[in-house]
């Protein structure tokens, strides 16, 4: 029997392992579509192609495995374009297929035509447009290697209808040759050599630790670096779960949300060891404030991210796990007596603070927390909802905190958290959402009932597009414009029964636990609508621009 | 500060719209970009003129290698190099002043390559500062046409 594009596709697919494919169909993918049917392969038909896209993203983050979506020529496959986008952002790995009009039609203005390479030429690792089926194998077997390997990232293949129907008899490659894509995973031995010395001669060293520990699995040689040396370590939003947030030497989150005592930490360092992070502006703040004093040393696989926004002393360009086993023989054992009683100091200073009174957010945060004794995976969507996640769930382990950081993705959350639930079947999955934020891919509830994911959505239900409001409070004299939500909301609870969900309002702080115990009990999917307060901000907070140790509010 | 940067890539379709994007997405700017076949036609080879400081071009640099068709990306600037412009430039040609023209051409090793009863076309290549004080010396006859290929380049000696 002579192969079609099609069976190629649903070939490369099973080659490359793949479980769940995330996607919408549409008239010149169909032809794949009808293959998939009979393949292994399973089919996740969300409601929007954002939300595959999201959900391809998702399981990719919380399984460590390529995710991949689907959607048609045009506007599905311009649907795409923000989970893309986001992942992009984030290095997470993803394939996304999408139909193209006919060949001969390509530049025609044809109907349901978009120029997807072009689209998406800076928002994806790499994209090709297939136009011969016989490139096809080489061009999927380059597309899942580029995506997870080296920096991750999404891979576009775009793919017009006489592709996918036209037949060839080549098999699916064993190996690529890329002569122009060669990673470099091996950090140099001279600079990680330079590394362990700044270590070993530093007196106030800070680990700062992003989500590249994560994607390389290097948390536990981050563990053994920081616990051999006695250096505190602080994470990103991305690098939450990379060092556990119980141990004494955490830190938590550092930069514009981050706690007061990180903050201070790495401004008072004499030494920042980034692994796996890039120095994003949510993070330095002001750059000539930042760490003033230190030496960085600076451990990444992706050149680009090195000296790109902060001059780096000791750069090692490499995979984090690598170079990190490399480093830890040359480390000598620490133990900082006075630099860990300086921070320990702020730690009871300056802790994370709310005002215990009425139904807050942080409350519904902690007692998420407390529910699921810190075992959920928690997904967010985008603002203050997302901040609360990070700052009030003590995080353990990689993969569990799944957010948008680089791109900030409003309507992330949901379809995410149906990715990780399709990726941990077992576990408990809390989306921690806004009601801005969730409306914006609220259709997704669909896709969770249909294939009966127990996924639980907590809305922090202000009223408000929260986060700009809070900007709005502070530097705009209260002026709220655009950001009033309250007055048209659905009736959530309404919402997720009309869907076939289940809905809990919760009004009081006393009903707080037993409505999460309740959703997490439930085999279904539950919106549980957290009426809170309305003005409630996120704090500590250091005004974008401004160095990192001018904090404002929420210091007790 | 101008900077000639050489970068080989995969002779395909979407490369230079790739190199292209990535200067547009990131700011940067292209003060010229010539490309062409390499001795393998498999190979294509950009020659660009770009400028900023060390830190920019340093990230011009990372940025370009970073991308998945690109072979070889050299900052010729760290060498000594051979750079090249082609440019082709239609002239007016006022009664008597024809002789002049030619004697510039010559003194310049420019080419005449169309003669009209009005004007006249001149080739010139060289280094850009040659081809720059050309123009200026062709300027008050009138230029009516200019067109130029921008730099190639390539570095001296063994490869």
Not at chain 1, 67 to 93: E, K, R, Y
Not at chain 1, 186 to 194: M, P, V
Not at chain 2, 126 to 138: M, N
């Amino acid at each position: 029997m002579r192969k079609i594009g099609a069976d190629i596709f649903v070939d490369a697919l099973v080659k490359e392992g793949v479980e769940y494919i995330f996607g919408i169909p549409g008239a010149v993918i169909i032809p794949l579509f009808d293959k998939l049917l009979d393949s292994p392969v399973k089919l996740v038909l969300t409601r929007h192609e954002q939300g595959a896209g999201h959900a391809a993203d998702g399981y990719a983050r919380a399984s460590g495995k390529v995710g991949v979506c689907i959607a048609t020529s045009g506007p599905g496959a311009t649907n795409l374009v923000t989970a893309i986008a986001t992942a992009n952002f984030d290095s997470v790995p993803i394939v996304a297929i999408t139909g193209q009009v006919r060949t001969p039609l390509i530049g025609n203005d044809a109907f349901q035509e978009a120029d997807m390479t072009g689209i998406t030429r800076t928002i994806t690792k790499h994209n090709f447009l297939v136009k011969d089926v016989c490139d096809l194998p080489r061009v999927l077997k380059e597309a899942f290697h580029i995506a997870r390997t080296g920096r991750p990232g999404p891979v576009l293949v775009d793919l017009p209808m006489d592709v996918s129907l036209g037949q060839c008899d080549l098999d699916y490659p064993d190996t690529v040759n890329l002569p122009g894509y060669k990673p470099n995973y091996k950090g140099n031995d001279r600079q990680i050599k330079l590394a362990a010395e700044a270590i070993n001669a530093s007196k106030r060293p800070v680990l700062y630790v992003g989500g590249g520990v994560i994607i390389s699995e290097s948390a536990p040689e981050v563990f053994e670096l920081a616990t051999k040396a006695s250096i505190p370590v602080t994470t990103t939003l991305l690098g939450l779960g990379a060092f556990p947030e119980t141990h004494p030497l955490a830190l938590k989150m550092l930069g514009m949300h981050g706690t007061a005592y990180a903050n201070y930490a790495v401004t008072e360092s004499d030494l920042v060891i980034a692994v796996g992070a890039r120095f994003d502006d949510r993070v330095t703040g002001r750059l000539d404030a930042f760490a003033p004093e230190a030496k960085v040393i600076h451990i990444d696989i992706d050149p680009t991210s090195i000296s790109k926004n902060i001059r780096v002393d000791i750069p090692v360009v490499g995979d984090a796990k690598g170079s990190l086993q490399a480093l830890l023989p040359l480390v000598r054992q620490a133990t900082h007596p006075e630099w860990l009683e300086k921070i320990d100091n702020w730690k009871k200073q300056h802790p994370l603070v709310y005002k215990p009174c009425g139904l807050k957010p942080q409350y519904v945060v902690e007692q998420i927390y407390e529910a699921t004794k810190g075992e959920a995976v928690i997904t967010t969507e985008v603002g203050q909802n997302q901040m609360w996640a990070a700052q009030w769930f003590k995080y353990s382990r990689p993969r569990q905190f799944i957010s948008s950081g680089g791109l900030g993705t409003m309507g992330f959350g949901l379809p995410a958290a149906i990715g990780a639930q399709f990726a941990r079947p077992d576990a408990v999955v809390f989306d921690i959402a806004g009601d801005g934020s969730i409306q914006m891919n609220i259709q997704e509830l669909a896709t969770a009932v249909k294939y009966k994911l127990p996924v639980n959505i907590a809305i922090l239900n202000n009223g408000f597009l929260g986060m700009v409001r809070q900007w709005q409070e502070l530097f705009y004299r209260k002026r709220y414009s655009g950001t009033i939500l309250g007055d048209a909301n659905p009736d959530f609870v309404k919402v997720a029964e009309a869907y076939g969900a289940d809905g809990i309002r919760v009004t009081t702080r006393d009903e707080v636990r037993p409505a999460i115990e309740r959703a997490i009990a439930s085999p279904r999917p539950v919106i549980l609508d957290f009426a809170v307060e309305s003005e409630e901000n996120v704090f500590p907070m250091v005004p974008a621009g401004e160095a990192i140790n001018k904090m404002m509010g929420g210091m007790a | 500060m101008k900077h000639v940067i050489s970068v080989t890539v995969e002779n395909k379709p979407g490369v230079l719209a790739h190199i292209s994007s990535l200067f547009a997405a990131r700011g940067y700017g292209i003060d010229s970009l010539a490309v062409g076949e390499t001795e393998d036609p498999a190979t294509s080879r950009m020659t660009i003129v770009t400028h900023g400081d060390d830190q920019i071009i340093e990230q011009i640099t990372k940025q370009l290698r970073k991308l998945i068709s690109t072979l070889k990306v050299q900052d010729l600037g760290e060498t000594e190099y051979i750079e090249r412009d082609l440019v082709l430039v239609k002239v007016n040609v006022a009664s008597g002043k024809r002789g002049e023209i030619l004697e510039i051409a010559q003194i310049f090793r420019g080419n005449i390559v169309d003669v009209g009863l009005k004007d006249l076309v001149v080739e010139l290549s060289g280094h850009e500062s040659k081809i720059l004080a050309f123009i200026e010396l062709l300027k008050p006859y009138g230029i009516k046409e200019l067109v130029r290929t921008g730099s190639i380049a390539m570095a001296r000696g063994a490869k």
